[in-house]
């Protein structure tokens, strides 16, 4: 890190911090505190919402996503914009109508207090463990960079949030959002920008997009149906659809986003303006991603891209055998640099048998290195034997550090800051909220003054904030940690969305049912997770079915009273 990149990285933080404190001091009731009395623009929801979701794993996950599997993961967000489509219609007016703080409170309405906590508590078990991660995964991956402690990164993320989320509320979150938001898009922007110009002279950025389709990472739509496949359009389009209902329809940390609008029309702007920019912000990501890959088509890349836990095993006894290795995957890229640049001929030529025969060498000499980096990663497996072997999320951040000028760096980090501050902001703040709303006043304290639940407020929220940042420092690395959000939110978020769809269309069904079917779709969902092979985004789709199917069963048995 050079000087500039302090003073980009420093200034960028310290403005959103001071802006968002200065912009909405001054909350004396636990409606301003909790949803910004109701004065938010739909623009100001719109980033919100799409910050709140765009948390760092976001920019440090997906582009290492698709370096490694290609555009595919896009087809997650196939069934978004119908989501959005499907709360701005039902939704939006029965919140607005009831008044609520949090969506939880319309379930206590239509079923029952216990129906409202079981769903509560779901949310805030979800959330909690989510928001560990949020704070997390860039913080892992920032400590190893910077050479910085994991503890003390996850201190400096989780008190720069908690100070601004304290000091205003629901306000602060959405109004720090939109500067987040322009910092995010605008330093992905300049990434992309920047690691097309550094592709060779003779290779332009039609010949990138063509190299990377040839090997395989253009792939953005798979139609096949495999129950075991994570990514294709019918998981998208349907658990896709279905995770999407029940996180920005029942998850409060997307509920209080346009719950704060100024009114229905905006609330409903808001969440549409997501829904059609969403794919194309993915979509960017994503492409990022296929243009580093493309980029170490021609230079070098790292055999290990966490070069920290790589460098650790030249101080074991193995040492010798991963300078071995190293000179082997060097050999085996420069011969695959040239099979490269032969395919570039080919396709510039548009000689199809050409074009054929280098890809096949390509295809060849690319599965070689990758044998190699796999016996790599097997040696500081021996080496290191706790240290994680999947190096997905550190692709993105190693180019950033590795080849980025002074400045650019800066922004980079500060967009990965960022977004961890704006996921972290609205999920303490939205586990604040129910904990308060749903549980702690509606079940604990009772008639306490608007000042007590204020305060009760603001003392919540550091407590999730400790609570995550504790999570976080003792967390271990989940896989793909994009894929480890999503599958945590998969778990909950079905069985969730099961309660709401029933609230809203199935009138026959009351509380004891409903509940009591709840639970046992819970325990179906961790089955399936634990035991069977199931795509978690299918998960969202079992867990919501389960719920109608149990609660149609258990009605007749329970009877028709509410409880």
Known sequence: MRPLDWIVLLGTLGFIVIYGVWKTRGSQDIEGYLKGNNSMKWWTIGLSIMATQASAITFLSTPGQAYEDGMRFIQFYFGLPIAMVIISITVIPIFYRLNVFTAYEFLENRFDLKTRSLAALLFLVQRGLAAG?????????????????LT?????????VIIYTVSGGTKAVSVTQTQQMAVMMGGMLVAGFMVVQYLPENVSFGDAVAVAGKMGKMNVVDFSFDWDDRYNF?????????????????DQSQVARYLGGKSIAESRLGLLFNGLLKIPMQFMILFIGVMVFVFYQFNQPPVFFNEAARSKVYATPYAGEMRELETKYT???????????????????????AIVIAENKVDA???????????????????????ETKDTDYVFISFVMKYLPAGLVGLLLAVIFSAAMSSSS??????????????YRRSVKQHASPKHYLIASKLFTIGWGLIAVLFATYASLLDNLIQAVNIIGSIFYGTILGIFLVAFYFKYIRGNAVFWAAVLAELVVLYCH??????????????????????????????????
């Open 133 to 149: 991660i949020t704070i997390y995964a860039p913080a892992i991956i920032l400590s190893t960079m910077l050479g910085w402690s």
């Open 152 to 160: 003390a990164t996850n201190l400096i993320i989780g008190v720069l």
């Open 234 to 250: 019918w998981s998208g389009m349907t658990g896709g659809l279905f995770l999407a209902l029940s996180y920005f329809g029942t």
């Open 331 to 353: 050999a085996a890229f420069q011969e695959k640099q040239e099979a490269v640049h032969g395919l570039v001929a080919a396709l510039k030529t548009e000689n199809e048998a």
């Open 365 to 387: 000499l690319t599965t070689a290195a990758k044998a190699v980096r796999e016996e790599v990663k097997g040696v500081i497996s021996k080496a290191t034997p706790k240290a």
């Open 426 to 439: 609205s999920e303490l703040n939205a586990l604040a909220s129910t904990t308060v709303v749903d549980i």
């Open 530 to 563: 634990f035991y069977t092979d199931i795509a978690f985004l299918w998960f969202n789709v079992i867990g919501c079915a389960c719920v109608i199917l149990f609660g149609f069963i258990l009605q007749p048995l329970l009877g028709r009273e509410k409880v």
